[in-house]
């Protein structure tokens, strides 16, 4: 069993900086992917980034340049440092883990961006 746990969304104004941590617990194997995804009120939860344990990433275009991904591996904690942010970055941030064939996600914590 997996459990993971999101903090550090709230609300900010545009232009603002956020950084969300995300701490898995449980069955962590040392091969995995962990990342953000995010879903706006009436969308579809999207990518945000993601890092493997070895340290690659992925963004998606939309935060390039903005965000980035960050993990320590030794406390299986992913984080996302937000800067620049806009009003279309507000939704809930979901945290992921990928390992073996399975997808855990925490339960999400909401980012408000103000214009």
């Known amino acids: 069993q997996v459990q993971l746990v999101e903090s550090g969304g709230g609300l900010v104004q545009a232009g603002g900086s956020l950084r969300l941590s995300c701490a898995a617990s449980?069955?962590?194997?040392?091969?995995?992917?962990m990342g953000w995804y995010r879903q706006a009120p009436g969308r579809q939860r999207e990518l945000v980034a993601f890092m493997s344990n070895a340290g690659s990433t992925n963004y998606a275009d939309s935060v390039k340049g903005r965000f980035a991904i960050s993990r320590d591996n030794a406390k299986n904690t992913v984080y996302l440092q937000m800067n620049s942010l806009k009003p279309e970055d507000t939704g809930v941030y979901y945290c992921n883990l990928q390992q073996w064939v399975r997808d855990y996600w925490g339960q999400g914590t909401q980012v408000t961006v103000s214009s």
């Open positions: 449980g069955s962590i194997f040392s091969i995995n992917v």
